[in-house]
């Protein structure tokens, strides 16, 4: 049975860093997506990674600040955000796209989900 766990989020100021990692139990050639959703808004795309790494999608708000990343040897995708924002506060879920060989930030495609990873960004 597949299994998505995040790892990694906590508290950070502006414009620190965090690492979250997304392990996924089983086989992990999947393309795998990073979601959020802030309190009474709706969830939204991140970033996704194709299952071998070659196709990768970012959100506006998010490029050139985070970088995602895969260790299939692992069964791991990390996703790195740097220069962290207030508006980045959220939980943060990793997703399972039964595709393997493309990827798109849009939840309706992805059809496993992990608990989630709170993430937030104050001073």
């Known amino acids: 049975q597949l299994q998505l766990v995040e790892s990694g989020g906590g508290l950070v100021q502006p414009g620190g860093s965090l690492r979250l990692s997304c392990a996924v139990s089983g086989s992990n050639y999947y393309a795998i997506g990073w979601f959020r959703q802030a309190p009474g808004k709706d969830r939204e795309g991140v970033s996704c990674?194709?299952?071998?790494?070659?196709?990768?999608a970012y959100a506006d708000s998010v490029k050139g600040r985070f970088t995602i990343a895969r260790d299939n040897a692992k069964n791991t995708v990390f996703l790195q955000m740097n220069n962290l924002k207030p508006e980045d506060t959220a939980i943060y879920y990793c997703?399972?796209?039964?595709?393997?060989?493309?990827?798109?930030?849009?939840?309706?495609?992805?059809?496993?989900w992990g608990q989630g990873t709170q993430v937030t960004v104050s001073s």
């Open positions: 997703a399972r796209d039964s595709r393997a060989a493309f990827c798109a930030i849009s939840p309706s495609l992805y059809d496993s």
């Open positions: 990674i194709s299952a071998s790494g070659g196709t990768i």
